[in-house]
């Protein structure tokens, strides 16, 4: 994604253009599939925790990928990206 930014020359003001918005939405939703699956890596692991021990460090790994996924998801729709698109 950041070699087609460089290779269209944009500002960060016009990011989010006709030639950009096919790979801006391509990384939205392989985002938001990696996000679906980091949730549901920590809910397994949470059930995991209930059976038997499961180390602490695993599941702070877990709740770290959603916070992380999460927080750029929520940076990207908040943004002035897709002030721009709406």
Known sequence: MLGKIAF?????NNFYT??????FHDLLCNLIRR???ALEDLKNTQSM???KSCP????????????????ILR?????????NHF
């Open 18 to 23: 006709s030639r950009t918005s096919n790979p």
């Open 35 to 37: 996000f679906l699956i």
């Open 49 to 51: 925790t209930w059976k």
């Open 56 to 71: 602490t460090g695993i599941i702070m790994q877990k709740v770290d990928a959603v916070v992380e996924l999460g927080t």
């Open 8 to 12: 269209f020359k944009l500002q960060p």
């Open 75 to 83: 940076m990207m729709v908040r943004g002035a990206v897709m002030k």
